[in-house]
């Protein structure tokens, strides 16, 4: 997905049987099965002297302890104050894709008491950074057919497409790219836990790095000492609304752009009607030869900040049929997206005609934006997949562990608000909903209220009240 570099290291989803599914990996995951993590050897990071890198070694499958093993690469940096220090924090910046190890270098998110008084840990999940990196061939990346297929014909193209490219990031990138779902990775982090000496972790995961976290306190929630879940993905979404309740989302921030721009004078397109000149923006986009699709993703992706000054010159400028500046997908993503979140979803559109289903609810619910483009194409990536996901989405369950901040923008482009609630619904007792009444993509650093609240909680561990929420700021243009 397109994302401003700065924010994208801040970054940048049951039945019976899924229960049953759910107990029975918990049983296995705190089984004694004879394995024990190797001790870490830590060294000053290259280019972050200052912090400390490593690798923790650990199974491929965690079903197989004793088989094939890979290297995850950890980085950490020391509390600034060891004499107030309370513990460790894991921080995963979502993606997937993202770079946990360089997130815990860089200290973007947190302020400068939590820096005084925890180690922050990062690592690079099994399939990104320098963890046993997923690859894929870059022209069956980059040129594939359409995601949004006319006929059966289409459907049946894109669904070979995707089958070869699975094959070839398979044969690419080894076993560990059927072994890289959140399920696995909670396994990871619990064998990180143990390697660093800690009985309990502090765990902040930001946008899909909800998905590992809700995955570790189902599993381990004894072993957590505070959880924050920053801009929730509901792993309870089944694929209607994985793509639809994105739609939703994208569409209603999309419509705070507009309401911005009419009362905003420094709008590039303030005085006009914003709609009919995104329409043109869209007919400019094709003309310059650089796609609407293309013009779509990237705007999605700036609605995350957001950067509405910035979305206004672009709509201004192509509705005037001028060239726009070059983007550059998020590290890894396209890739790595296949060996997770085909695996943390049960994302199996059967057929063209289940996808016009799904597509035309898609377009009623968003006809600006068309849509969700990161709802859309996970799902349209995953068509083809064969088998049930290895870690299948269901109600979040959680049985021990401390109660879990949740925090969301109500106007997120990306996780949609309603699941954040979702998630506080289904496990009330065990979570905490904090509404950011703001825009934008991660809610931890919007505000002086929103990082307060999150602070004093890692601090002390006391939650908000039920309906709390911290007001808006308005974007700086």
């Not at 107990?23 to 990071?45: E, F, K, L, R, Y």
């Not at 109600?395 to 954040?420: C, E, F, Q, V």
Request: charged residues 20%; aromatic residues 8%.
């Amino acid at each position: 997905m397109v994302e401003d570099p700065v924010r994208s290291i801040l970054r940048v989803l049951g039945t019976a049987l899924s229960c049953v599914a759910l107990v029975a990996g918990a049983t296995a995951a705190h089984a004694d099965t004879g394995w024990s993590p190797p001790a870490i050897a830590w060294h000053a990071c290259p280019e972050v002297p200052e912090a400390e890198c490593g690798t923790l070694r650990v199974p491929v499958d965690w079903a197989e302890p004793r088989g094939e093993s890979f290297d995850l690469a950890v980085s950490r940096r020391t509390a600034t104050d060891p004499a107030r220090r309370i513990g460790v924090i894991v921080a995963d910046p979502g993606g997937p894709g993202g770079s946990g190890a360089a997130f815990a270098q860089a200290l973007a998110l947190f302020g400068p008491e939590v820096r005084a008084r925890f180690d922050v840990v990062g690592f690079d999940q099994r399939g990104t950074g320098d963890s046993a990196f997923v690859r894929c061939s870059e022209d069956l990346l980059g040129h594939g057919p359409s995601t949004d297929p006319v006929d059966q014909a289409g459907f049946d193209a894109l669904v070979a497409h995707n089958r070869a490219l699975i094959a070839d990031c398979r044969a690419r990138s080894g076993p560990v790219f059927d072994h890289a779902d959140a399920g696995q990775s909670a396994r990871d982090l619990d064998a990180l836990r143990r390697a660093l000496g800690e009985r309990k972790v502090n765990y902040v995961g930001l946008s899909y790095g909800t998905v590992l976290g809700q995955a570790y306190a189902e599993r381990f929630g004894g072993h957590l000492r505070s959880m924050i879940l920053d801009s929730t993905v509901d792993h309870s979404a089944d694929t209607r609304r994985f793509v639809n309740d994105r739609a939703a989302s994208v569409e209603a921030a999309f419509t705070e752009f507009v309401k911005w721009c009419d009362r905003t004078p420094t709008c590039a397109v303030h005085g006009r009607d914003v709609r009919a000149t995104w329409e043109d923006a869209l007919d400019g986009a094709d003309a310059v030869g650089w796609g609407r699709a293309s013009f779509i993703g990237l705007v999605h992706n700036m609605l995350y900040q957001p950067a509405w000054a910035e979305i206004a010159q672009y709509v201004s400028d192509l509705a005037a049929e001028k060239p726009p500046l070059s983007a550059a997908f998020e590290y890894n993503y396209l890739a790595v997206r296949l060996a997770t979140v085909c695996q943390d979803f049960s994302l199996r559109v059967r057929d063209h005609r289940d996808y016009a289903r799904l597509r035309a609810e898609e377009l009623r619910l968003a006809p600006t934006t068309r849509g969700s483009d990161l709802g859309h194409d996970e799902a349209m990536s995953c068509a083809g997949v064969t088998g049930p996901p290895a870690n299948p989405p269901h109600r979040l369950t959680i049985r021990t562990g401390p109660k879990i901040l949740i925090m969301n923008s109500r106007h997120d482009p990306a996780t949609p608000y309603a699941w954040a609630k979702s998630i506080h619904r289904q496990a009330p007792a065990h979570t905490a909903l904090l509404t950011y009444d703001g825009w934008g993509h991660i809610a931890y650093d919007r505000s002086d209220c929103t990082r307060g609240v999150a602070e004093t909680y890692l601090f002390t561990l006391r939650t908000p009240a039920e309906g709390a929420s911290c007001p808006a700021v308005e974007p700086t243009p």
